[in-house]
């Protein structure tokens, strides 16, 4: 199981990569997962990888 998730526009190309190395990797059968990552919500001027707790 492969999973991929979709990071918006600017990670396009990334997603396109590891699809073409799971094809020509990955040796049938495998599945693919695919998700939408939504966005994050932030404090101003928080560094980002520190949580934001309401």
């Known amino acids: 199981m492969f999973f991929l ?3 918006g526009e600017v990670k396009d190309e990334l997603v ?3 699809q ?5 990797h990955g040796g ?4 693919i997962a695919e998700a ?6 932030r ?3 928080a560094p980002a990888g520190r949580p934001f707790h309401d």
């Open 5 to 7: 998730v979709d990071k």
């Open 16 to 18: 396109r990569l590891r």
């Open 20 to 24: 073409d190395l799971i094809a020509e």
């Open 28 to 31: 049938p059968p495998y599945r």
């Open 36 to 41: 939408s990552r939504g966005h994050r919500r």
């Open 43 to 45: 404090r101003p001027g």
